[in-house]
Structures are given as structure tokens and as C-alpha cells.
């Protein structure tokens, strides 16, 4: 199975460069945790009008903090644990059902040219990166 898991691996950072697929990876815990910090420190050094002030300082830096940076698809999938290596592949399998193939190669080709079975597969992919990522994704200009 590792086999496979490999092949489907390099599948998904196939599709995902073919389609120019970004995503970025949000950090909401940080950002939070960066505007409530500042708005504290806020009120303890200025009161009420430091609680405001130091809550919409931290509240841009928390923002700031989240937007996250646009990173290639392909190379998110290759920094995964194991463990989400695994859902991801489980995920595409469910697609592929009973396709079989010899290697890496022979299944980017026999998926690229299907046009269905395609999209079926990034549509995983996506579903994948959103749910269990919780990133935002974005196709290249």
C-alpha cells in the first residue's frame, strides 16, 4: 500500500500544480490569542481607552496575523504527517474505486485523461484541504 499511497501523492501534487492551486493555512489560534493579548496589556497600562485602543491594535495585528501566506498545493501535500497522508489517500480512493494501475506515471495518465474522473479527484483534494487543513484555497491568476 505504501506503493499506492505514493502514487496517489504525486496524483494530487499533479492536479493541484496543473490547476495552479494555492492555499493558505490559517493561524485563527495566534491572531486570537495576539488581539485579546494586546487589548489586556491595553486596559492594564491605559483603562477603558487602552482596552480600546490595544484591542484595535491587536485586533489588525491579529488580522494580519491570519491572513496567511499562499503556498503551492504540491508542496503543502509533500510536508503532511503520515497520519493526514493517509485520510487524503483514503479520500481519493474512495474516487478511484477500482482503478488499477502499474505506477505513478500510468495513473496521472489515466486520470488527466479522464475528464470526470478529474474533477472527482480534485474535487477530493479540495474537500480535503478545506475541511481537514482548514485552509483557504486559491487558483494562480
Known sequence: MASAMSDV???????????????AVKNSAKGAMAAGGIAFVGGLLGGPAGIAVGGAVGGLLGSWMTSGQFRPLPQILMELPPNQQK???????????????????????????????????????LNYVSKELRAEVRYQD
Open 87 to 125: 485520510k487524503l489517500y483514503n479520500d481519493v480512493m474512495a474516487v478511484l474505486g477500482n482503478l488499477d494501475w502499474m505506477d505513478a506515471a500510468q495513473l496521472i495518465a489515466l486520470v488527466m485523461g479522464n475528464a470526470t474522473l478529474q474533477q472527482q479527484v480534485t474535487a477530493a483534494l
Open 9 to 23: 501523492m504525486r496524483l494530487c501534487c499533479e492536479i493541484s500544480a496543473h490547476d495552479q492551486i494555492k492555499v
